[in-house]
Each structure stands twice: as structure tokens, then as C-alpha cells.
T-cell receptor, first 113, second 112 residues
């Protein structure tokens, strides 16, 4: 059974720092991996989608990498800002006809001014 | 603007009541999903549907029911058989299984 783990559970950094959020999964036969952002009491906003054949994806100050064989993904946030404060969720899809996502519990990020 | 609309934002249920959460999408996506989120836990799959008039149970389907009569709509009913329904419910859709998932803003259900 696929399990997704995110470390750390919470992270507090000063504004301007570059930071890395980690995601690991137990079954490397994933179809894709997706990073989301969730603000308190809100839904999920898709940040980046990495297909299993890709190594990384970039969007603005965000860069996500995927090492499928080792079961790891990282989300790199450059020059963090207070507006980046949120919970970041990692999820994998195993493909097939079901297509649902299996989620980690998230990393709660706080960026201090 | 294309997206997923969930309503209501907040819902209160009395003991023994059934309540229905609405999810509508205008993305023309085939697949739709319902997830439940509890504090300190990851999202868990309740039900999913790949096409109209067809749906499948997820990991925690007991006490829930769904319908998919139209492509754009996937309502979730929380029945009185669900013993611990207080949670945040999220609806999602994908163009087809395995593609980028988009989520609604969620419905917070509280038992009173």
C-alpha cells in the first residue's frame, strides 16, 4: 500500500530564506506527483505536477524535483515571502483506472517578516 | 472562469440527519472525486467517478453516498450511518485519471 510522508511537519523561517520541503513515498511505481498549497480553511491550489518520466518542474520561485527510484520529491522555494505561509501537500497518483491521489499530511510553513 | 464550486461553505448537521454537499465543475472534466480532511491527517478518498452514471467506493465510503447524473455535478450525501461526520470535505476533478487535479474550496461539516 502506497504511503506518503512529508518532513518536517512544520517549518518556520525568516523572510528571504531559500527552503526545501521533502516528500517521500514507499512505492516507486507512481504515475505522477503533485504539489499543492492549502491556506487555512481553504481548498487546495495546484502548484506543480511532475510526470513519472520527468525529473523536475519549475514555476516562478518554485522548483519541484522527482527521484522516482528512491521514492523522493523536494519542493524548493526561493527567496521566501510571508505570503508563502501555508500548508504544502504532496500527493502521488498510481495511475490506472482509479486515478485518485494519495496524500501526505503536509508541511505547515510560516515565513516571518 | 473555469473551476470547481462547492456549496455550502459551512454546514451543520443534527444527529440522525442526512445532508448533501454540492460539487459542480465547468472544466469539462470526466473524473470527479470526494476527499475528507481531518486535522493532522492527510486527505482520504471517499468516492470517485470516472464517467456519468458510474462511481466507485474509495477508502472510507461507509456512511456516504453519491450520484453522477450529469458530467458537471457530483453531490455527496452524508448519511446518519456516518458516525463521525465532522470534517472538511473537498471535491476534485481531473480531465482523465492521472492528470492534474483541481480542487474546490471545501465544505466544513459540523455535527451539532
Amino acid at each position: 500500500k502506497q504511503e506518503v510522508t512529508q518532513i518536517p511537519a512544520a517549518l518556520s523561517v525568516p523572510e528571504g530564506e531559500n527552503l526545501v520541503l521533502n516528500c517521500s513515498f514507499t512505492d516507486s511505481a507512481i504515475y505522477n506527483l503533485q504539489w499543492f498549497r492549502q491556506d487555512p480553511g481553504k481548498g487546495l491550489t495546484s502548484l506543480l505536477l511532475i510526470q513519472s518520466s520527468q525529473r523536475e518542474q519549475t514555476s516562478g520561485r518554485l522548483n519541484a524535483s522527482l527521484d522516482k527510484s528512491s521514492g523522493r520529491s523536494t519542493l524548493y522555494i526561493a527567496a521566501s515571502q510571508p505570503g508563502d505561509s501555508a500548508t504544502y501537500l504532496c500527493a502521488v497518483s498510481m495511475g490506472g483506472s482509479q486515478g485518485n491521489l494519495i496524500f501526505g499530511k503536509g508541511t505547515k510553513l510560516s515565513v516571518k517578516p | 472562469d473555469g473551476g470547481i464550486t462547492q456549496s455550502p461553505k459551512y454546514l451543520f448537521r443534527k444527529e440522525g440527519q442526512n445532508v448533501t454537499l454540492s460539487c459542480e465543475q465547468n472544466l469539462n472534466h470526466d473524473a470527479m472525486y470526494w476527499y475528507r480532511q481531518d486535522p493532522g491527517q492527510g486527505l482520504r478518498l471517499i468516492y470517485y467517478s470516472q464517467i456519468v452514471n458510474d462511481f466507485q467506493k474509495g477508502d472510507i465510503a461507509e456512511g456516504y453516498s453519491v450520484s453522477r447524473e450529469k458530467k458537471e455535478s457530483f453531490p455527496l450525501t452524508v448519511t446518519s450511518a456516518q458516525k463521525n461526520p465532522t470534517a472538511f470535505y473537498l471535491c476534485a476533478s481531473t480531465d482523465r485519471p492521472g492528470t492534474e487535479a483541481f480542487f474546490g474550496q471545501g465544505t466544513r461539516l459540523t455535527v451539532v
